[in-house]
T-cell receptor, first 111, second 113 residues
Framework: GQQVMQIPQYQHVQEGEDFTTYCNSS?????IQWYKQRPGGHPVFLIQ?????EVKKQKRLTFQFGEAKKNSSLHITATQTTDVGTYFC???????????FGAGTILRVKS | ETGVTQTPRHLVMGMTNKKSLKCEQH?????MYWYKQSAKKPLELMFV???????ENNSVPSRFSPECPNSSHLFLHLHTLQPEDSALYLC????????????FGPGTRLTVT
């Protein structure tokens, strides 16, 4: 069945370092979404990418959708302690009635 | 963020108890979802409702019984649960299914003893 995979599973960085998480789908996606879940919190929608090769920025966060619309990345420049949490990507199922979430990348930032 | 509310926030129940989780969305959305999130496991979709109709049951055991009386309310009825059912249960809503972003509630932390 359709799978959405994320790497790495876990990353621990020094404050100020950059961070990147990658998302790969087994099928072509009509769009890809990114969510952030703070420790003890719930997932919060960050952004949606729709176009092939699309790049969007939110302050220090840069999101990219691959040309083949099967992969995506989230890059954080100069991480801060407020960036701590789990970052999930998600794409629509091939049957069109739900989102398929990746397992998430846990980011820890050491100050 | 009060668009999606869930009650109770914490619940401890024995294996023979019956309890219900409640979710309410104030966003005018048409789709609602139940997810299970266990420690060290990815989000597991349990049920999807679109315009009050159940469109997905992700092979969930019958001890979990959803109810969606209208597009704004979603319940999860629990009975004879097992300790491995202890998890964070998240409700979410979206304008429609598939391509739309989902808005999550704060979750109910369930412990089965």
């Amino acid at each position: 069945g359709q799978q959405v995979m994320q790497i790495p599973q876990y990353q621990h960085v020094q404050e100020g370092e950059d961070f990147t998480t990658y998302c790969n789908s087994s099928t072509t996606l009509s769009n890809i979404q990114w969510y952030k879940q703070r420790p003890g919190g719930h997932p919060v929608f960050l952004i949606q990418l729709v176009k092939s090769g699309e790049v969007k920025k939110q302050k220090r966060l840069t999101f990219q959708f691959g040309e083949a619309k099967k992969n995506s990345s989230l890059h954080i420049t100069a991480t801060q302690t407020t960036d701590v949490g789990t970052y999930f990507c998600a794409g629509p199922s091939e049957y069109g009635n739900k989102l398929v979430f990746g397992a998430g990348t846990i980011l820890r930032v050491k100050s | 963020e009060t668009g999606v509310t869930q009650t109770p926030r914490h619940l401890v129940m024995g294996m023979t108890n019956k309890k219900s989780l409640k979710c309410e969305q104030h966003l005018g959305h048409n789709a609602m979802y139940w997810y299970k999130q266990s420690a060290k496991k990815p989000l597991e979709l349990m049920f999807v409702y679109n315009f009050k109709e159940q469109t997905e049951n992700n092979s969930v055991p019958s001890r979990f019984s959803p109810e969606c009386p209208n597009s704004s309310h979603l319940f999860l009825h629990l009975h004879t649960l097992q300790p491995e059912d202890s998890a964070l249960y998240l409700c979410a809503s979206s304008p429609g299914t598939n391509s739309y972003e989902q808005y999550f509630g704060p979750g109910t932390r369930l412990t089965v003893t």
